[in-house]
């Protein structure tokens, strides 16, 4: 059974950076393409970011462009998402799973909230 645990969220202020990281567990990460996605509350699940498991090819959602990137480590068998400059609205909980499409049973999100 695969098993993705996300971690490194915390509560910040308006400017500030965080890294987040995913660790998977069961399956062939060397495999997969990953990405991250984010649920503010109330609000649907949204794509963040994408990296192709080969890392050749990266997508990144217009709203986090130049702000997010996301990176992996084959060898840890962890994906990472570094966050620049956030604001307010990149508040959310957020995930990895498996792009274009979860295939995994979703994690227990780690929370990143931005406020003054």
């Known amino acids: 059974q695969v098993q993705l645990v996300e971690f490194g969220g915390g509560l910040v202020q308006p400017g500030a950076s965080l890294r987040l990281s995913c660790v998977v567990s069961?399956?062939?990460?060397?495999?997969?393409?990953m990405a991250w996605i984010r649920q503010a509350a109330g609000k649907e699940r949204e794509f963040v970011t994408a990296?192709?498991?080969?890392?050749?090819?990266?997508y990144t959602a217009d709203s986090v462009k130049g702000r997010f990137t996301i990176s992996r480590d084959n060898n840890r068998n962890t994906v990472y998402l570094q966050m620049n400059s956030l604001k307010p609205e990149d508040t959310a909980v957020y995930y990895c799973?498996?792009?274009?499409?979860?295939?995994?049973?979703w994690g227990q999100g780690t929370q990143v909230t931005v406020s003054s």
């Open positions: 069961g399956g062939d990460f060397s495999r997969l393409n």
């Open positions: 990296i192709s498991f080969h890392v050749q090819k990266i």
């Open positions: 799973n498996t792009a274009p499409k979860a295939l995994f049973p």
